[in-house]
């Protein structure tokens, strides 16, 4: 067993969707989370799904866009369970419009969600994980940023920077045994698929090829991304930093 126990982790984007399967894998192996997001509804379920299992978790309303409210959920998340073990950036948020399509604003949404958020969440907490010289960063990417994805130029961009950043940190923070590893799913079945798929004919017609085409038969499912977080969380990780691991059903092997 993997164990996590007094550990605090953070959770952004954990009320629905892979954050959600973060969150109560998390929970399951002992440690106590924080899910930070902007909805308020199913992050109050996840929470409550988690108490009823005999976890620990709270719910801090988050806007990861913004370094004021990361800040603020930082501070009341170390007086509700003390200092910061693990942070998983998931929060996310993606539409599948040809890039010819698209506009400077949605463009902007892309980047402060994907990119820019999880920039003020690290910034956030690694001052006090350098302090306690230990720490476990992980950062939701996506295969599109590996492989490319039609009409998610903009999203594979920010997400292709989520990587970048993370290798270059990862060499930063090393000395401080802090370690920083990127997760990148696959096509998987959530919400914002959910979403996605209803919104436009082209991102269904997209998205409804996926069982078909991807080698294991199947879209993702918030658990398997989740069993990779736990493991990178924890001890058994410890000398892995700097590192790239798709969770894809073998649709990309590159
Ligand atoms: N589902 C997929 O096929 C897939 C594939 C590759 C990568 N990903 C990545 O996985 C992560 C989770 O995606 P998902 O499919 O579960 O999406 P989802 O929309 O179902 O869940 C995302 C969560 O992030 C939260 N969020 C969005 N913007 C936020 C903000 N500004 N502040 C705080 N919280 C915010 C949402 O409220 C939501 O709870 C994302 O980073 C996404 O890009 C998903």
Redesign the pocket.
Known sequence: MLELKEQVAIV??G?????RGISLTLAQQEASVVI????EE?ADSTVTEIKRSGGFAIFIK????SLESVESMVATAKDHFGPIDILVN?????RIIPFAETTPEFWNKIID??FK?MLNCIYSVMDDMILKNRGKIIN?????ARVGSMGEAIYAGA?GAVISFSKSLARELARNQINVNVI?????S????DEMKAESEFAEKILSSMDRIIPLKRM?L?EDIANAVVFLASKEADFITGQVLSVSGGLTMV
Not at 15 to 19: D, M, N, T, V
Not at 140 to 144: E, G, K, N, R
Not at 184 to 188: L, R, T
């Open positions: 952004t984007g009320a629905r969707g892979i954050g930070a997001d902007l909805l199913e988050t806007d990861i866009t998931n929060a996310g948020w993606d969600i994907n958020g939701i990417s996506s295969d599109a997400k990148c799913p696959g096509p998987s959530t919400p914002m698929v993702g918030p």
